[in-house]
């Protein structure tokens, strides 16, 4: 059964880190190109950033691409986040994801599996 | 990296059908046929239902359907069910390695 399960989340003070991780299971996980997908509360999914199936390449988007790292340990089967400098804007349900099913009809470009989400609240 | 926009609200009764629009720029939607569309039920974790533009994975309904003209991508679902009544993204591929999400509509089956 695949599983994506994220966790770290929790109540953080601004300026402090955060490390998230995506527990992977079901798959082969050295395989496959992951993603982190944020949503503030209330409102709509923001892409946050990309890592390569090996590691050497990652991408980010513009408004988070100084204060994060994606990471991932494929001999753990376990992709990462840090967070640092946080602010109150990242609060969010942050969601790990990647495409794996329609992954065999050539496309890399959605995203057809997600975990369930970890909630970061950043508050004094 | 600008959202891409999305009408905020669409309802249509159970049977009918309804169309919601994305519309990005030539750096993303319409630079790319890699535009995919997203139900997420409140609490829940997104479920994607269109992927390269008009692709449905497996197990999702033939009422849902994608297309795209220009800078501008659509998601239609006919015959509207309760169990459609949900929060949809689309998402477009912006080069780069990147993606960027639509606003986000919500669908109200009255």
């Known amino acids: 059964q695949v599983r994506l399960v994220e966790s770290g989340g929790g109540v953080v003070q601004p300026g402090r880190s955060l490390r998230l991780s995506c527990a992977v299971s079901?798959?082969?996980?050295?395989?496959?190109?992951m993603h982190w997908v944020r949503q503030a509360p209330g409102k709509g999914l923001e892409w946050v950033a990309v890592i390569s199936s090996d590691g050497s390449l990652k991408y980010y988007a513009d408004s988070v691409k100084d204060r994060i790292t994606i990471s991932r340990d494929n001999s753990r089967n376990t992709l990462y986040v840090q967070m640092n400098s946080l602010r109150a804007e990242d609060t969010a349900v942050y969601y790990c994801?990647?495409?794996?099913?329609?992954?065999?009809?050539?496309?890399?470009?959605?995203?057809?599996?997600w975990g369930q989400g970890t909630t970061v609240t950043v508050s004094s | 990296q600008s959202a891409l926009t999305q009408p905020r609200s669409v309802s249509g009764s159970p049977g009918q059908s309804v169309t919601i629009s994305c519309t990005g720029s030539?750096?993303?939607?319409?630079?790319?046929?890699?535009v995919s569309w997203y139900q997420q039920h409140p609490g829940k974790a997104p479920k994607l239902m269109i992927y390269d533009v008009t692709k449905r994975p497996s197990g999702v309904p033939d009422r849902f359907s994608g297309s795209k003209s220009g800078n501008t991508a659509s998601l239609t679902i006919s015959g509207l069910q309760a169990e459609d009544e949900a929060d949809y993204y689309c998402c477009s591929y912006a080069g780069s390695f990147t993606f960027v999400f639509g606003t986000g509509t919500k669908v109200t089956v009255l």
């Open positions: 079901g798959f082969t996980f050295s395989s496959y190109a």
């Open positions: 994801a990647t495409t794996l099913h329609i992954a065999a009809a050539g496309t890399s470009h959605a995203f057809d599996i």
């Open positions: 030539s750096s993303d939607v319409g630079g790319y046929n890699y």
